[in-house]
């Protein structure tokens, strides 16, 4: 039996309707006009860490924008096919191509493995591919790969440890927390049983590790949900039509990063918003 330390997370089951705060305003900004060039490649959508937000199209062309001071660097990656999705990690962007294929800032014995996954998650403790109904956990101190099965989605958070998300034997949807290894840690959050998202998606991941979901829901709107370790739903918000796979964020000053249609194509905008107090 594997021993269970470490675990911060508040055993609680809340209704997903109970809680829901809707935004009373948003304020938009645009931060960046994103290239046609980059959209007609085929644009992945970012990655936030740091004050700095990562965009990525298929062909490897990237923007590093600085939010603070909005500077801006443009470049490229090598690629061998194209990128299907990727994560950045201490500033360095880590890719995942069509032949399931690893690039960038990797450990030189990840670059010879293909796997059946089309997401990619980089952490603390290595990196964890998922998208096939099974994920892959590469730890940094091993050259060991644990395979975990039946895992179709995953987020990974501090220490080790994942969100996931899982349909019960009542159907309605579960938030909870793993190890690494697939080990159930504890149950975080009871969906109530009218919630039944289409396309849903988990992440990124929140500023205080909170779980961050999207999902278009019976009325054909897209929201997202953010959802704490404590077992407390914080937010519900009404999202626009999703125009890349990794099109939204939440910043370290939880305002809104989101990629929406402008009048001259795709913009990356900005969003404070105003929530009810409760």
Not at 72 to 96: H, R, T
Request: charged residues 20%; glycine residues 8%.
């Amino acid at each position: 039996m594997i021993k269970r330390i470490h675990v911060f997370f508040l055993i609680t089951f809340l209704s997903l309707f109970s809680f829901e705060l809707t935004a009373q305003s948003i304020t938009r900004e645009v931060l960046l006009e994103i290239p046609q060039k980059m959209i007609s490649q085929g644009l992945l959508g970012f990655r936030y860490e740091n004050n700095h937000v990562y965009i990525l199209s298929e062909s490897g062309n990237y923007i590093i924008l600085n939010t603070a001071d909005q500077s801006m660097k443009e470049g490229s990656v090598k690629v061998s096919g194209s990128i299907v999705d990727f994560d950045v990690y201490n500033g360095e962007l880590i890719y995942l191509n069509d032949a399931g294929s690893l690039g960038g800032h990797i450990f030189s014995e990840w670059a010879s493995l293909s796997f059946n996954a089309s997401r990619i998650e980089a952490c603390s403790a290595g990196l964890m591919l998922y998208g096939s109904g099974d994920a892959y956990y590469l730890p940094k101190s091993s050259a060991e790969v644990v395979e975990i099965k039946d895992m179709p989605f995953l987020l990974p958070v501090q220490d080790g440890f994942f969100w996931t998300m899982a349909l019960t034997e009542k159907g309605n949807w579960r938030a909870d927390i793993y190890d690494c290894f697939g080990n159930m840690m504890s149950p975080v959050f009871d969906f109530a049983s009218t919630y039944q998202p289409v396309n849903l998606q988990l992440g990124p991941e929140g500023p205080d590790n909170e779980l961050l979901i999207s999902g278009i829901e019976e009325n054909s709107k897209r929201f997202a949900i953010s959802i704490g370790n404590n077992g407390r739903m914080f937010w519900k918000l009404r999202l626009p039509r999703q125009e890349a796979p990794r099109d939204f964020a939440v910043d370290a000053l939880e305002r809104i990063l989101i990629i929406e249609r402008s009048r001259s194509g795709l913009s990356l905008n900005r969003w404070k918003v105003k929530f009810p107090e409760g």
